[in-house]
């Protein structure tokens, strides 16, 4: 009989763009004994978990809970639950997440019109509200922070124009939750999906997303009856029920509510982790968060820049918890990330498409996000770079972080 070693996985320093380390706090939580779906003691954990999450996400909500599965589950739930064949969705792309969008809504049976903005900057504001104007949507749906290209998109005066021409505003914010201020209410965002795996530092599994009453009037418009059946209020015929029984909102909310109707059985490990998770991220304190987040995204940028890399970009967009760097000519870029993950036991990612081979990307995420981590990987990247005959300055990367460190260069 084929035998096998025990598990034991390797202790590594991750600074990709996720899953990212956890706080041993959070895998403590994971070993602890099941609890049933419905013992009070449960049902407890879950509503603290609904609390905590409409802190982090800046709303006062009444909906914010987690989907069970990866982040585009949040992602597929919201969209599936509010588009009915035929709605017009406007998605306006600038890289790799905002084409997920298009996929998911496309699914769903939505027209969906883009607007594009070359990879590596972002929209004006201003751009998009006119497109929402011209086009009059039903649905806005955008990516917050761009993982693939590490830039932010602003929203100044976006949930304005979603109001005034009632289209719906929903957000992907999986990579940003937890990391730089996600303004739910201030913002007028409709409906805003999570991760846990990015700066809110849980392993990969749940999805948190919060969304308003105006969001939930559209789910329940779509309602099935409880008996199992396509039962449609016969008053509006046109209403077509939501296509996913796993992704639907409103048995979902009937779930997370107090009737607590039977839908899934809730990933009871994964609560355990999520609740401690956002228990640190606010006993951390959100706006500390975000301050640290900046802290190391500076240190890091520094030393990046000492060794004479060139960030890729534009840096008025740049998204603090992602750093893409572009691959020195000359190098395999696939080379130097095996190095590092060989010799350093460091990981660090790479990007897709028209980036693929152009760019390495540094994550400064939630628990891997530390001056350890910061000084590691430049040292390391530093050496390995050398090792792989590229000229660069040595000997400067860390003296720069350090520097940011100590207080005495001015944060980016
Ligand atoms: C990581 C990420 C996703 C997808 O997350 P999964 O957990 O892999 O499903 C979606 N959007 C953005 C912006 C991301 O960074």
Redesign the pocket.
């Known amino acids: 009989m084929k035998t096998y070693k025990d598990l034991s996985p390797s202790l590594r320093t991750i600074m990709t ?2 899953p990212v380390e956890v706080d041993p706090r959070v895998l403590r939580a994971m070993s602890y004994p099941i609890l049933g779906q419905f013992d009070p003691e449960f049902t407890e954990l879950m509503n603290e978990t609904m609390d905590m999450l409409r802190d982090v996400f800046q709303t006062s909500n009444q909906w914010a809970f987690p989907i069970d599965g ?3 589950s949040g ?1 597929e739930a919201v969209l599936v639950s509010i588009i009915e064949p035929g709605d017009k969705v406007l998605v306006p792309i600038y890289g790799r ?1 905002g084409h ?1 969008l298009v996929e998911i809504a496309e699914r769903c049976g939505a027209a969906v019109v883009t607007l594009e903005k070359a990879w590596g900057t972002v929209f004006d504001p201003e751009e998009i509200s006119a497109a929402i104007g011209r086009e009059k949507p039903a649905i806005v749906a955008m ?1 917050h ?3 693939s290209t590490g830039c932010v998109q602003p929203f100044d005066g976006i949930g304005e124009e979603c109001r005034r021409v009632d289209a719906l505003l929903v957000v ?1 914010a ?2 940003t939750i937890g990391g730089v201020p996600v303004r739910t209410d201030e913002w007028l965002l409709d409906a805003v999906i999570g ?1 846990t ?2 700066c809110l530092s849980v392993p ?1 599994g749940m999805s948190p997303i919060t969304y308003n009453a105006r969001v939930e009037a559209k789910v329940l418009r779509r309602k099935t009856i409880e008996r199992g059946l396509r039962d449609i209020d016969a008053a509006v015929p046109t209403v077509r029920p939501v296509a996913s029984n796993y992704f639907d909102l409103g048995q979902l909310q009937d779930y997370w509510s107090p009737k607590r109707l039977n839908h899934h059985t809730e990933a009871t490990t994964m609560l355990y982790a999520l609740r401690e998770g956002l228990r640190i991220v606010l006993q951390e304190g959100l706006e500390a968060r975000f301050q640290r987040h900046k802290k190391h995204e500076a240190a890091l940028v520094a030393g990046l820049q000492a060794m004479g890399l060139t960030l890729y970009g534009d840096p008025t967009c740049k998204l603090a918890v992602v750093t893409c760097i572009r691959i020195p000519a000359g190098v395999d870029g696939e080379a130097v990330r095996a190095m590092l993950l060989g010799s350093f036991g460091i990981e660090i990612a790479s990007s897709f498409g028209p980036l693929k081979g152009q760019i390495w990307r540094i994550g400064t995420m939630g628990f891997s996000c530390n001056q350890k981590n910061v000084l590691h990987v430049l040292g390391a990247l530093e050496a390995t770079l050398h090792w792989h005959g590229v000229d660069i300055s040595t000997g400067k990367a860390l003296q720069a972080a350090l520097a940011v460190y100590a207080g005495e260069a001015t944060p980016c």
């Open positions: 763009p996720g990866t982040s585009r992602i997440f997920l990516v922070g761009e993982t992907d999986v990579a991760g795996q990015k990969s």
